[in-house]
């Protein structure tokens, strides 16, 4: 989106979540709260972002993408202030600004989309996101003219009765003209309840001024859910983790048993497979056509499976390959592994991959068959068509020729299988 910067308010501290770590820093299937906003920025094509930090803004700085640029609200004086804080760093910039509270991680790339076009085609000095929700609780109220315009945004605390009635309510995601917004962020002041500046005062200055005021209406109320407590992290996780079943069952994938299914952002799985219940998928996975995945299965970042292949009770991959055709069915931990095509890994199979200081690798060649408990002491080797007997301890470095069969404690060779055809 060219001529937009994006502004992510995240000075609270978040006091409700009663939590050392700062509220956006607090994880949502397996990403802080402003990873997902970030994400939904770069989904929108907004590449240069600042954030407004406060409490814990040195824990933030290390999770941050180094291109985002970082500014200090000293006092917490409101979101107006917050805002306020980062004229030096803006002058000099005459597009856009989007602004979007750091506490709401659902909104969509394409949601943001929509409300930075209409700001731009409209030729508005503000565009605000709404929703309408049964409930408007504490959120501000969109109130508007016998025209529709939009002539204030009433904060809770301070609306009138007639006004707590109204249902459209401020999501906290704005887009205005840098000008406009800075001209009326002089003329805020606190004279409100919380003694704060607030951002949505801007609104009536400017519509006072004459200047166009414009909104756009969330199509999903559910992205408009702000984290405030551990109940509002519990419900963002339940409606992400069902927004992303949908997706992959969208793709042709079926999952038995939604309830009990956890797939994390960014994963990447093939047609007709079938995801068995109580499975936990994380993010950076890709998996093939056609396999079995689970039930009681865990796939961590860096896993990717072929097509054709099993992954069954209670296995865990970790940064592990797993090529064609290949079994990995009962009580199996492999981590770092390359495993070939048509393998037959026993339960109880563990690739022992740390060794106190690093993580090491093991590789199974095609067409191998890994006995029942066998133990792989990587890093390690199991040759193409090799048999690791039951209860097999393979040693680190005691790599096993291709076609050998190996048994016992440590692993010696007892004969060699002959090459098909």
Known sequence: MKNTIAIILAAGKGTRMKSRTPKILHEILGKTIIKHILESLKDAGIKDVIVVAGYG?????????????????NKLLGSGDAVMATRNILKGYSGDILIICGDTPLIKGETLTRLVREHKSSGSSATVLTA????????????????????????????????????????????????DLFTALKEVEPDNKKKEFFLTDTIEILYNKGKITRSVLAEDPE???????????????????????????????????????????????????????????????????????????????????????????????????????????????????????GVNVGAGTITANFDGKNKNRTVIGDGAFIGVGAILIAPVKVGARAIVGAGCVVPRNHNVPNGATVVGVPAKILRKRKKRG
Do not use: W
């Not at 003219?145 to 249902?167: C, D, F, M, P, W």
């Not at 056509?289 to 689970?294: E, M, R």
């Open 132 to 179: 309408k929700i049964k409930d408007p609780g504490s959120y501000g109220r969109i109130v508007r003219g016998e025209g529709g315009e939009i002539l204030k945004i009433a904060e809770e605390t301070e609306a009138r009765l007639s006004e707590k009635v109204i249902n459209e309510i401020n999501v906290g995601t704005y887009c205005f003209t840098k000008e």
């Open 57 to 73: 803004s040195d824990l933030l700085k290390k999770t941050l993408p180094i291109n985002v640029k970082i500014v200090l609200q």
């Open 223 to 341: 992205e408009i859910i702000g984290i405030n407590t551990r109940g509002d992290l519990a419900q963002a996780t339940r409606i992400l983790k069902q927004r992303i079943l949908e997706d992959v069952m969208s793709g042709g994938v079926t999952i038995e048993d939604t309830s009990s299914t956890t797939i994390y952002p960014g994963v990447k799985i093939g047609p007709d497979t079938v995801i068995h219940p109580n499975t936990l998928i994380e993010s950076d996975v890709e998996i093939g056509k056609n396999c079995h995945i689970g039930p009681f299965s865990r796939l961590r970042p860096g896993v990717r499976i072929g097509d054709n292949v099993e992954v069954g009770n209670f296995v865990e991959l970790v940064r592990t390959k797993v090529k064609n055709n290949t079994r990995v069915k009962h009580h199996t931990y492999l981590g770092d592994t390359i495993v070939g095509k």
